[in-house]
Structures are given as C-alpha cells and as structure tokens.
C-alpha cells in the first residue's frame, strides 16, 4: 500500500563535479538509463547552472539557498558558518525525518584539527540539520587526514581499515600523479568508495520512520577526480568511444582518453547506484508521493580547453545536470530551457514541504515550473568563484574579471565558448553587467 504524507518525501542524489552534458538523456557519450528514466518521468533542465564552480562554496549555496556572495563559504578552505541557518534544519522543524550520507563537503577548513568527521561520519550532522546521517571523507582530505593524525578521521577509511585494505587504498592515492589521475584500483567492487556509500544510504531509508515524511541527499563522492575505478568498471567502459576533448589550437595531452573514459565508467556506475535507490523508493509505496531529484555541485572541464577540473567559468565546469521527478507528474518527459540555479533546489524543496523561505534566502522555488503553472524562473543566472563574475541570461554570457578583460560569449552560435564577441556588442555588455557583483572582500 502506498504512504501518502501531506507532503511528499524529498530524494536528493547528487554526485560531486558530474558535468552536464555527460548523460544519456543530453546525448553524452554513456549510458544512463536509470537518471533517463528520471528526465522521461520528469523535467530535464538544460540550463542549469551552479552558483559557484567549487564543492564547498556550491553546497553552501545550496544549503544555505543563498548565492556566492552570501552563503559565508569563498573556498574550499572555509567551514559552513554553522550561524548561516540550512533549508536542513527547518525541514527537520517542520517533522520532517532528515538524513544524509556520503561526502556533505560542508567543513573544508583542510587544517588537521578539522580533517575529522567522526569514525562514524556524525561530527555536526546534527548542527546542519539532520536527524540521521554519515558525513564521509572526499577523496584527497580523507587521505590527508591519515598523514596528519596517522589513523582514518572518518568512516570510509575506517571501514577499509577494519577490511585491510587501507594501506592498499592510500598507496594508490599517493601514486595518482603517476597514472595522470587515472587509474584502475585493486579494491574490490563493494569496498568502492561510491558503492559503500549507496550501501550506507540504502540501509539508512530501510530504517526512516514510516509515520512521517522524509528528506535524504545521497552525496556521491564520483565522479570527481581522481578517476579511480574498479575492475568490473573498468571491463564495462573498456571499447566505450568517448569523443576527445575540445581544444582548439592545441594538441591532445597523453593518457586524456584513459582519464575521460574512467569518468565515463564513473558516471555509469552513479547511474546504476540510481536505479537501487529509486528501486527502494518503489518497493516502500513511495515513489508516487516523493520528490527524486539527480543534480551535481558543478561540472569537469575533463580536457576541453586545455584544462581539467572546475573553479573556471566555461560551461562544462559551471552548467550542471539537473532532473526533477515530481509527485504532480503534470508535465514529464520535457526538456526546459528555463534559467534555474543549483540553490533554486532549497527553495523548491522548502515549498513542496509547506514552509516559508529563509531569511536573506535568494534561492526561487521552481514547484510552478515542474506544476505547468510558470514557464520561467529567472532573469538571468549568476555564478561566481574568486575574481570572476559571469551572468547568463539564456543566450549571451558575460565573465567579468578583475584581472582580466571582459568576454562575451553567445552560447548559441557558439556554444564551445571560442569567440569572445564583447567588443562589438558594448550595449548587451552594460546591460549584463547591471547583474555582475565582483565583491572579494
């Protein structure tokens, strides 16, 4: 029998640094039938982005609902301020059962003091908002928390520990930069660090009450680099053709295929992890009355332009995939063009549970979006990291910095972002700029 709440549950999966375009659903180069099934059921945001291209400032906004400049987090090296209040804490007032597992990325302060998230993943689970959680270490500050302290600081590592395998796993880690990032570890498939996490998660919503309505963010540490795989992985994505990186003017670094094609087999394995929990959703008589939401803190460069990673403004680190199956299902299978921002989700969030807004909240619900009622969201969107600014308003995009001269991109007639056309078009430039905030204080 189904359960039906007043309000619906709240499934958020959300991988750390899984660019847009690399879904079946956006014709990528991987099979994802799983998050497809999603997108057929609900609605495909194509223009999505993130507020900011970093792990720590990104999930600040999103906890906070707030943008760049106001979610207290500039850097990867700054705790979220625990004064900020988080969209967790007044779903959990409002008696919702709120859990969490894998890498929340809300302490990054990297000092050893705080390279601790507790051999059982609950350091400040409960002060974020959640009533149930295990907060794991990210790839590189687990490894780091053993070299300071000389023992695992979180649960990932303890578990390998306790199945000894650590030494293996840390050894592989420290000789990444000898296997350009990419590599195929010896670590079985369930000591994986995304398959653990999935475990965690699975167990933890066979065990949320029954006589409430639940929030749960799964956060997949993958497909973020290093591009660590595992056999089984590996054998699934090994005459995979992925299409080499968009470089104009430059050559084709060694061992970019491999790293491209391990984040290919990375992404696939998320998607299947996808499938257990919308699977478990169903077989609780929930998934009619839950919200499932599959998103990403930001995006990979992956070699186009000659760079890796994410922090820049181009589109493969700031454009993020966003799919939203909602309970209202009154428009599904749709790709919408509307402007929406990875914080929107706390607004939306908020609204689908019956509260109000947080203060200083800059966050908009897209509900009316996902409900038919409104075809758009917003204006223009705006993401920022250190000194650039970029605005969005759909077609054109404007990188402001202040140390360097202004571009403008028109994203489509030219969607690679090759020919800075600013010069020409001084009046779209200052109309932009009405919406850029550099602000480095």
């Known amino acids: 029998m189904a359960i039906i709440y007043d309000h619906p549950n709240i499934l958020l999966l959300l991988p750390d640094q899984h660019r847009s375009d ?41 906890a906070s609902g707030r943008n ?67 907060d794991c270490e990210g790839k590189i500050d687990g490894v780091n928390s053993v070299k300071f302290h000389g023992r695992p600081m979180g649960p990932y590592l303890s578990y390998l520990q306790s199945q000894g395998v650590l030494d293996i796993y840390l050894s592989e880690h420290e000789n990444r930069d000898a296997h350009s990032n990419a590599y195929t570890t010896a670590l079985p498939d369930h000591l994986y ?57 430059m050559s084709v670094i060694d061992n ?72 209202a299902r009154s428009v599904s299978g749709l790709r919408n063009d509307a402007l929406v921002s990875l914080h929107d989700l706390s607004a939306t969030f908020l609204d689908f549970a019956g509260c109000s807004k947080l203060d200083n909240m800059d966050a908009v619900s897209m509900r009316p979006l996902l409900e038919g009622i409104r075809s758009g969201n917003r204006e223009v969107l705006t993401s920022q990291f250190g000194d650039w600014n970029l605005v969005f308003d759909g077609r054109h995009k404007l990188i402001t910095d202040t140390k360097k001269e202004m571009l403008l991109f028109d994203l489509e007639n030219d969607p690679l972002e090759d020919q800075n056309i600013a010069a020409e078009n001084s009046d779209l430039v200052t109309k932009l700029s009405r919406y850029s905030h550099i602000d480095n204080g």
């Not at 601790?116 to 295990?134: C, K, Q, T, Y």
């Open 193 to 249: 660090c995304d398959n653990w996490i999935a475990e965690c998660g699975l167990d933890l919503l066979d065990n949320v009450p029954t006589d409430r309505p639940w929030y749960m963010v799964v956060n997949f540490v993958g497909p973020h680099a290093p591009m660590d795989i595992t056999e089984t992985m590996r054998a699934g994505c090994d005459n995979k053709v992925i299409p080499q990186p968009h470089n104009p003017n």
């Open 22 to 62: 690399w879904l079946g659903c956006f014709s990528g180069p991987v099979d994802t039938p799983n998050i497809d099934m999603l997108a057929d059921e609900g609605i495909s945001f194509a223009k999505a982005y993130t507020p900011s291209p970093m792990c720590g400032p990104a999930r600040a906004c999103l």
């Open 256 to 327: 970019t295929q491999r790293a491209r094609r391990n984040y290919a087999a990375m992404v696939e394995n998320i998607d299947t992890l996808t499938g257990r929990f919308v699977r478990k959703v169903k077989e609780r008589g929930e998934y009619d009355n839950t919200v499932i939401v599959y998103a990403s803190d930001h995006g990979d460069m992956l070699g186009d332009h000659g760079k890796w990673g994410k922090g820049t403004w181009r589109d493969p680190s700031v454009r993020i995939p966003l799919i939203v199956k909602s309970p």
């Open 68 to 134: 760049y400049q106001n979610c207290g987090v500039k850097s990867n090296n700054f705790n979220y301020p625990l004064s900020i209040p988080t969209y967790y804490q007044t779903l959990r007032e409002k008696g919702y059962f709120t859990a969490g597992v894998g890498k929340f990325d809300l302490h990054k302060d990297i000092s050893p003091v705080n390279l601790d998230w507790g051999v059982d993943g609950s350091r400040l689970i409960n002060e974020w908002g959640f009533s149930a959680g295990v």
